[in-house]
Each structure stands twice: as C-alpha cells, then as structure tokens.
C-alpha cells in the first residue's frame, strides 16, 4: 500500500491549496478515504472523509464551507481543496484509507503572511 500526498506549500491567509494524493498497493474505487491533518505539537485532527463514489462528503468543523474533498477513482487519487486559508490550518497533512488503515507521508500546509 503505498499513498503519497502533493501539494502542500507555503500560502497567505486566505489563499488556497489543493492537496493530491496519489494511490496504490489496494483497491482504491472500494474504499473510503479521509484527510486528516496534525498541527504543530498537537494531535491528529479529522478534516473529511468521501464515500467509494465521491457522491457523500463530511467535514469538520473548522473547514466545512472552505474545503472540498473528490476523488478520481480512474486515477486512483484523492483531493483537497482549501480555500480561505487560515493561520490555524498550518499543519502536516496526510491522505488515509478506510481499507488498509494506511496513512501517507504528509504534505506541509504553512499558512503565514
């Protein structure tokens, strides 16, 4: 099983990032996937998850209306699109899967002017 997060990066408040992540090692169509992100010196935090389809999305709390979770069931990649960033959405974020219960590597997401 092997997942792979892209895209993380530097931003300014209220500017956006879209997150990938890539793959594979299981049948990626079958499961459903989550982001979750950690902040510095904190623990895991849920951010959202999507069904097998795409068709069903949740979000926390603290992102509902800013992010937006899809998927390519064809490219066997996960998304995250942030918008409106916030200071308070730095952290490491990372791509995992309700099948295998892996977690990728992370990608950084630094939000500071």
Not at 21 to 45: D, H, I, N
Request: with cysteine.
């Amino acid at each position: 099983v092997q997942l792979v997060e892209s895209g993380g990066g530097l931003v300014q408040p209220g500017g956006s990032l879209r997150l990938s992540c890539a793959a594979s090692g299981f049948t990626f169509s079958s499961a459903w996937m989550y982001w979750v992100r950690q902040a510095p010196g904190k623990g895991l935090e849920w951010v959202s998850r999507i069904n097998t389809g795409g068709t069903t999305t949740y979000y926390a709390d603290s992102v509902k209306g800013r992010f937006t979770i899809s998927r390519d069931n064809a490219k066997n990649t996960l998304y995250l699109q942030m918008n409106s960033l916030k200071p308070e959405d730095t952290g490491l974020y990372y791509c995992a899967d309700t099948q295998t219960g892996s977690f990728g590597q992370g990608t950084q997401v630094t939000v500071s002017s």
